[in-house]
Structures are given as C-alpha cells and as structure tokens.
C-alpha cells in the first residue's frame, strides 16, 4: 500500500501527488484508506479524488476492449463506494466515467452517421430524450453495502445481495441483464441508438452482465494496435481510440470539476438584488464565490449560521480569512485564493445556529451548500440544513440550493437515514466530561436530509432548476445501466 | 482560590449597610486597573505602560485605605473573577438560597466579556437589533450607585455571569434579595415608609438589577406587585411591622406563586407523560425538570431527549441531573434537531414568558425545535406559571429581546480551534501584527481579530418568539389551557 511518508497528514493533496509515482492498484487501496479514515472528505475532495484516481486506471488500462474497461472501472468503483458509501459523489464520478465509456463506444457503434464527433459527456444523450422517467435506482443500497455491512461486494454476490434484498423484488430484472431492462422503458430510442440491438446476445446469463457493445467490433477487427491507432485517427468508425478520448473526457470532467464554482457564481447576480438580507450556512466555498461575485456588483448583508459543532470552525475561518483551515493545511501556496467577503465590503453577521427561527422573517432569501442532491429534487447536506430550509418555508423564504452537477446523484432516497452520517460525540460533548459522555446518550448526525419541497430553486453549473426536473439532469448525466455498479 | 473569595462574599452581602463613599472609589480605582490590565496587548506597549503605573497607583491607593472595609472582600472578589478565566464556575458557592440550582455556565467563554464590553459598542449596532445595543451591559461595580445594597450588586453580577439564570430563579433571587433590602431599609425621618421605599430606596437596586441584565417578566410581574403592596400599606402601620408585613408577603408570594405553582404544574404535566414515551425538550427549564424527576419516581418508563444549544449549554446541566437520577437521556445540540424530533412523541418546553396574543417567548430555538415537532404533528406543550403570563404582545423576536454580547458566542476551545488561523491573517494584516509573532497565540487575540475584521459581526440574542400555533398546551397552576387563553388567565391572576 502506498503510505504517505511525508510529513503532511495524509489527504487529499498527498494522495494526488503520490498518485503521480505509485502505480494504480495500491493508488486505489490508498485512497480507500483513505476514505475509510474520512482523511478525504466532502463532496469536492472526494470527486477530485476520484476523477484523479480514474483517469490513471484509464491511463493504465492495458486492452481495447470496452466491455473490459468498463469492468475494471466498475470494480474500481464498488470498491470505493464500499469504502465511504455516504460520500456519494464519489459513485457519482465513476459512473459519470462509465457514462463516458459507453458514450465513446456508442458513438462509434454508430459512426456511420457521424453526428458530433466531440466526445462531448455533460450533454444529454439521445437515449434519453424519451418522455418516460428512466428506470433510477430505487435505494442505495444496491450499489452501496450499508445494509449489508461494510463488505465490498465481489461482482458476483453483488445479485445474491439484491437478489435476498425483498425490497428491490420489482427491480431484480434490471439487476439480472442491466441493459435489457432498460429496453422496456424507452425501447424506440434504443431501437435507433443500436444499442439494444448489441446488447441482446448478451441476455444470455453470462455472469459479466456487461454492455457488450463492442462485440462485433472487436469480434471483426483482428487488426494490430499500430493499425488500430491509425484508423482511429483517420476517423473509419470501424475502431477507435478508446482510451484516449476517455481520458480526454476524464479531463473534461476535472475541468468541470474545477469550473463549476465559477459557473455557478457567474449567475449570482440573476439572484441576488441590491440591500438584500441572505442568510446561509457552513463554510462552503461554493456559497462564498457565489456571494463574493455579486459582491462586485451588489451591496448586501449576510447572516451566516455557524453550523456548531462539526463545521464552526471552517465557518469561522472562511469568514475571517475567505480561506478553511484544512484548505490552508493543506498547501499554503495555492492560487485558489480569495479575499473574505468582509473584504469586499459585505456586512456579515454570524448567529448561532438557534436564532435561525428569531432571524427568519427578515431574511430575503436563504442560499445553502449541499453535500449531495438526490435525484427526487431533495438534498444531503450539513446538519442544521433541514430547520433552515423548514424555517424559511415556514417564512416563505426563497431557498436557493447551489451545487455542482458532480454532486447531483442518481439515488432515491427511499431509506434517508442511510445516508446520514453521525460524527464524533467528542465534538458535543468533551470527552473529559467523562460522567456526562457515561450517562448520557450523546447524538452528532453530521447531516441533514432536506425534502424537495423546501427548496424553491437549485442553481447547478448548467443553469437553474426546479427540484422536480432534477431526474431529468440526472438521466442527461448518467447511464442507466450504469446506475447499479 | 476563587471559591473561598466568593464563599466570603455571602456574609459580607448578608447583613449591615454602612453606604460610604469610600467604597466607590477604590472600587472604581481597582475596575479600572482590572480593565486596563486586560486590554494590554503587546502592540500597544505605551498603554501597558500607562496600565503599571496605574496600577502602582492603585495598589498605592487601596493599601492605604482600610482594609477592614466591608466591600474589601467583595470587590476583590469581584476582581479574582474576572481575572480568573480558567476556572469554572461550578465550584462558586452562591451567596443566595435558591429554589433552584442556577444553571451554570459551562462556557468559561462568560468570564472574558467584562473587559471588552466598552470598546465594541460602535461597531455592533448592526442589523435589526441595532435598538437592543442602546445600553452596555454592566458587568463589574463600577459606576453602581452608591444606594446599592451590597446582597443586590452581587446578585447583579450573578445575573450578569449567568451565574443566576432562568427566568423563575431571577425573580426568586431577587425576591430575596429584596427582603433583606427592606429589613436593612430605614425609612428617613420626614419620609412615609410606603412612598420613600418604592420610589428612593428600591428604585436604584432595580436600576441596578436592569442594568446588569434586562428584567426577565416575571422579575417585572414581581417589582409591579411588590410596590403595589408597599404602596397600600397604611401609614399609620409603625415601620417595624410594617417591614415585617412585607417580609412576610414576599415569602407568601414565592411560597403561593412559584413553589406551589410548581407543584401543581408538575403533577398536571407528570400525568401527560405516557409509559414509552420520549419526551424531547430543549435547553433547561426548572419546571420541566421536576416533572420528569415526578413522572420518574411514579414509576412510568419514558425517556428524555435533550436538545441543546450554544452558548449557555443550559441543557448539558439538565441532562446531566436527569441521567443522575436514572432517567434514559439523550443529548442533541440543535443542528441535529430535525433528527431528535424524529424519534420524539412529546414536546415540553419551559417558559421565560406568555404573551397575551398567546406566543411563548422563551430560550432562543425554541422556536425551532417547536416547528420541526409541529411539522411532525408532535403534542408541543408548555409549561409556565401564571407569574410568567403577561399582556405584553410580540409578533416576532426582532422587536423585543435580549442581546448577549457577542463575545460569549465563541468559547474558549473554539477560539483555540481558530488560532492556526493567524499566519495567514499576520500577512492580511499591517505589519504591527508580526511583532505578534514571538508571542504564544493567545485566545483572546481571536476576539480581537474578529473585532478588527471590519464588517465582521457576530450576533447573539437570546430569547425568541415562538408562534402560537405550534404550541398545543399550556399547562398552568390553573390548569391546561390552549395558547389563546394566556390573556385570560393573567387578567385572573392578577386581579385577585
């Protein structure tokens, strides 16, 4: 396993930069380490994390086969969402992967008519342009093991699993032949993409229940690599460049990654209005670029909830120094730097999270951070987010959610309490109150799960959204075959 | 070392009043060393300076005035704790006999804010509480008028530190208090009893009182019916038992108002608990408190969820002395409300005050811990002596409240969480801040970096309304009744 031997603590800087010189395998062991650790943590890390990692199993990938890479990616992937299954983003990357996978493979599957030749990934695909609600997983817990303890499924008790799984009886089809489930749903689109069509020798119960769209391909090519490489270049459609334009679309996604801040804040001012009264939370620094933009613009007041006990701290450095600690941990010369919004002129004014009630009637609008976004329109996020949201509808206050399409996932939450995470008691109570932390039952849920109801609006780096048309971004993002890893 | 001080302090406050004038001014002298001492920071070395010599002086000054004065001990009491930041206050012995363990402040966060209080009042007049900050809260005895009897400037600063808290333990203490104010009172030759004590004599002590912390509303139900007495005594009653009347009707008034009120309340309120409830409150509240003690000792197998907030943590104490007693208890702070409420069946809440349009205004998230039981369709009932009813009005929790100074809202362990933070100020900063650098980061240096921070505010109130249609009960000394007969009520128990 590849250990960090320098003197920073272990995190996400450190497995990137080893990410660089150790090969992929313990590359993987380590960041599952690290996860399990909660070294890496929260949406954003995590899915730089993952994009990271993936692009060196890509990178590495010795093979032309499709069905092959997506195998190893989705064994890559169930081991890590094993490893941390409340970190969904995560799970949300590898599948964006995977979508991006089959997307190449499908593109030349159909490379007679070349529609685009870009291997374009956040762009809604032609499969999905039905008006039928695509087949979404039901819980997560068929791809993720929480109720089935933390054991990393090997792919093929992952059907035993589900298969004893009483509630997921209705599903059990889908989970037998991935794609042939999906036909019912939406068959006239798949009839045009071919897909179906190539999918359909695979019914037979072969246990890699893998898309086998490259059969007849690579069934006909028996073509050398160096051949292959040039065809691919020469655009024949016969074969292609498989690797490459993954790992471009992999970059793609990192740059997505990066920019979906900027996104996101270049909208601020559609919503935000002059001598306005915004109330948010935690120290997210999606929520403080968006204020910060229309800060140029625009004069208003911020009341920021401090988020005790898990997030205060990076609340209050963020404010103080337009920076979270870890961040400034973690390398000191980053040029992702930003003044505080205090700096920019902006009053802000930090309660405690129990005057949210007292405050509410004042506040224009209420802007929160997420952890992940279901694809039921309602969202994980920090503790405290739920009596915020409920406040403001109470008050009828706008809430505006901001979150990146990475953090948007394909799970309904049938079971919300699997996807809470309960911290630490120490950060309730001090430990050295030992007769306290005896008696009494001492509860940190880390986060909140906020219906879709109480939220008026998302504003994803695509745009803004209703929370009931979220399914519809996320069936544009990721493949349904794809959706139970 | 503190414990002693304070311990010393009760006999002092207890019985003789010699007013002197010579007891302002050391005092004053000493506040002021107190406070120039605490605002050194290496940066301002010619304060500090100005600080020693004042401080030789004042040394000078109090050796040299009699140590055998009777505020000797207290002032100096009054010093240690401010001085001492560290030490919790649990040890502190209270000078006052109390029906109820005031509940204490965990967050030594409390002891600081004395020194600093001053010097933040321009910046803070922000948002919509900006006419809550109209007056600095008192903190020491500097400035007290000299008609002060000494039982009340300790209990002022009692309520100051949150050493007293709790609406009904303020006004008992200062109910008591207020006994020994009128035994020690001597009405002036050429002065009726009933007209000089009310308007002369208590008027300064209440002053007082409201200047170390807002009056709570049962502290004003209690003053308007204490002079109300005092004003109908007949003039012809002599002086020595006439005092004694009034001694007397105040220990009736606790003993009818609040003691078996409280029994009562409790009994009502033990009969809502169910076997296999959980009952979830929030923060603490004295009365809420007996009746789970009540409904645990009859025997009914319930247990308690606690949902608490910063930074009083005034529900650690309460769930500590219920886990003592044996009680299945629960421990939230507010974040985590929304899951606490999940697993709840009943709410009880405590009262600081019922208004007459029927709204509780109580511990601020109150409020939202009744939403999210309302959103649940939980049973939201609260319990409040009539004492607390009263014809005031409030549609929100903006108009009328309490503001904190915002330094209590960071305690000592997350300041020490913020210090790492320095570096990457130090280069934000002008470069007097480098001359920091030798020095050990100190926790105090957070507050200041947050009152240097320009439009940097921290805001801390500390009650809020509570809207009457999450509140399904109120349970009384006169029984359970709806929100909408809070005006009711009070219009009866005032007027017998």
């Known amino acids: 396993m590849a250990g960090a031997t320098t003197t920073q603590a272990p995190g996400l800087s450190t497995f990137v930069k080893s990410l660089r010189t150790t090969p992929v395998d313990p590359s993987v062991e380590h960041l599952i380490s690290l996860l399990k650790r909660r070294q890496i943590r929260n949406s954003r890390p995590c899915a730089i994390a993952t994009t990271a990692l993936l692009l060196r199993v890509v990178g590495e990938f010795k093979g032309r086969d499709a069905a092959k890479l997506i195998e190893r990616i989705k064994q890559v992937g169930r081991r890590l969402t094993s490893a941390q299954p409340r970190e969904v983003v995560v799970g949300n990357i590898v599948r964006r992967v995977l979508g991006l996978v089959r997307e190449v493979v499908d593109e030349h599957a159909e490379g007679q008519t070349p529609t685009g030749s870009e291997p374009g990934h956040a762009t809604p695909h032609a499969h999905h342009d039905s008006l039928h609600r695509p087949a979404l997983n039901s819980s997560m817990s068929t791809f993720s093991p929480l109720r089935h303890a933390v054991v990393e499924p090997a792919h093929s008790s992952v059907y035993l699993d589900n298969a004893s799984d009483v509630s997921e009886t209705s599903r059990r089809p889908l989970l037998l032949t991935s794609h042939t489930s999906y036909a019912p749903t939406s068959s006239a689109p798949l009839v045009n993409s071919l897909f179906g069509l190539f999918s359909q020798p695979a019914d037979t119960p072969s246990s890699t229940g893998t898309p086998t769209g490259q059969t007849s391909p690579t069934g006909n090519s028996t073509l050398t690599a160096l051949n292959l490489e040039r065809l691919a270049d020469l655009h024949r459609g016969q074969t292609l460049d498989l690797k490459g334009e993954v790992m471009e679309g992999i970059r793609e996604l990192q740059d997505e990654l990066e920019t979906s801040d900027k996104q996101i804040a270049e909208v601020a001012l559609e919503h935000i209005h002059a001598n306005e009264i915004i109330l948010t939370h935690t120290a997210s620094t999606t929520v403080q670029k968006f204020l910060l933009f229309a800060a140029r613009k625009r004069k208003f007041t911020v009341v920021h909830a401090e988020t005790y006990p898990h997030d205060h701290t990076a609340t209050h450095g963020i404010l103080l120094t337009g920076k979270k600690r870890e961040a400034n941990l973690d390398d000191d010369e980053d040029d992702d730097k930003w003044k505080p919004l205090i700096d920019a002129g902006i009053q802000v004014y930090v309660i405690p999270d129990s005057h949210v009630f007292a405050i509410m009637s004042r506040v224009n609008k209420v802007i929160l951070a997420t952890h992940t976004v279901l694809a039921n329109g309602g969202l994980v996020a920090a503790a405290g987010a739920h009596m915020i949201a409920k406040a403001a509808k109470e008050h009828q206050t706008p809430v505006v959610v901001l979150s990146g399409v990475y953090k948007l996932s394909p799970v309904y939450p049938f079971d919300i309490d699997e996807l809470i995470e309960h911290g630490d008691a120490g950060g309730v109570v001090p430990y050295d109150d030992g007769e306290f932390v005896d008696k009494v039952d001492v509860v940190n849920p880390l986060y909140d799960y906020v219906p879709a109801d109480l939220v008026d609006l998302y504003i994803t780096n695509l745009g803004g959204h209703a929370p009931s048309y979220l399914y519809r971004i996320v069936a544009d993002h990721y493949r349904s075959e794809d959706i139970t890893l | ?496």
Not at chain 2, 5 to 29: H, M, N, R, Y
Not at chain 2, 68 to 97: A, E, I, V, Y
Not at chain 2, 189 to 207: D, F, V, W, Y
Request: contains cysteine; proline residues 7%.
């Open chain 2, 1 to 496: 070392m503190s414990d002693d001080i304070v311990a010393e302090v009760a006999p002092a406050t207890e019985p003789t009043v010699t007013t002197s004038p010579t007891q302002d001014s050391p005092a004053t002298a000493n506040g002021d060393t107190a406070d120039a001492s605490k605002k050194i920071s290496p940066a301002e070395l010619k304060k500090q300076k100005q600080a020693e010599k004042q401080a030789k002086r004042a040394q000078a000054k109090s050796s040299t005035s009699t140590p055998s004065q009777q505020q000797g001990p207290f002032k100096d009491g009054s010093k240690q704790q401010k001085d001492s930041k560290q030490t919790p206050k649990d040890d502190k012995s209270r000078p006052l006999p109390l029906r109820r363990r005031p509940s204490q402040t965990n967050a030594p966060a409390m002891k600081e804010q004395p020194e600093k209080k001053p010097k933040k009042e321009p910046k803070q007049a922000g948002l919509f509480f900006g006419h809550l900050y109209s007056q600095p809260k008192q903190q020491s005895l500097v400035g007290a008028s000299k008609d002060v009897h000494p039982a009340v400037l300790a209990l002022g600063l009692q309520y100051s530190s949150y050493a007293i808290c709790g609406s009904t333990a303020r006004m008992v203490a200062m109910l008591l208090v207020f006994k020994t104010v009128i035994e020690a009172y001597q009405t002036p030759p050429g002065n009726s009893l009933a007209r000089h004590l009310t308007s002369h004599h208590l008027g300064p002590q209440i002053e007082f009182l409201k200047s170390c912390r807002p009056l709570s509303i049962s502290m004003g139900n209690a003053i308007r019916w204490l002079k109300d007495i005092i004003i109908k005594i007949d003039p012809s009653t002599p002086e020595n038992e006439a005092k004694r009347d009034l001694v007397e009707e105040i220990d009736i008034f606790i003993r009818e108002r609040v003691t078996a009120a409280d029994r009562l309340i409790r009994d009502l309120a033990a009969t809502k608990i169910q076997p296999g409830d959980v009952v979830l409150t929030y923060a603490a509240s004295s009365i809420v408190e007996e009746t789970f003690l009540h409904a645990h000792k009859s025997g009914i197998p319930f247990t308690v969820i606690v949902v608490d907030s910063k930074p009083l943590f005034e529900g650690k104490q309460l769930a500590r002395k219920l886990a003592n007693d044996g009680l299945t208890v629960r421990y939230y702070l507010i974040t985590g409300a929304s899951h606490a409420v999940k697993d709840a069946t009943k709410v009880f809440f405590g009262a600081h005050a019922m208004m007459s349009n029927g709204r509780l205004y109580s511990r601020v998230g109150t409020a939202l811990v009744s939403m999210l039981a309302n959103a649940h369709s939980l049973p939201v009932i609260v319990l409040c002596q009539s004492v607390k009813f009263t014809e005031k009005v409030a549609l929100d929790s903006i108009v009328g409240n309490e503001v904190a100074p915002a330094e209590e809202l960071l305690s000592e362990a997350e300041r020490r969480d913020l210090l790492p933070l320095k570096s990457r100020l130090a280069t934000a900063k002008n470069d007097d801040k480098s001359t920091l650098e030798d020095i050990p980061a100190d926790t105090t240096d957070v507050l200041k970096w947050i009152e240097d921070a320009k439009n940097l505010h921290y805001l801390q109130v500390l009650y809020d309304v509570t809207p009457a249609e999450y509140i399904n009960m109120v349970i009384t000394e006169y029984g359970s009744l709806p929100p909408s007969s809070v005006p009711v009520v009070h219009r009866l128990s005032t007027n017998i």
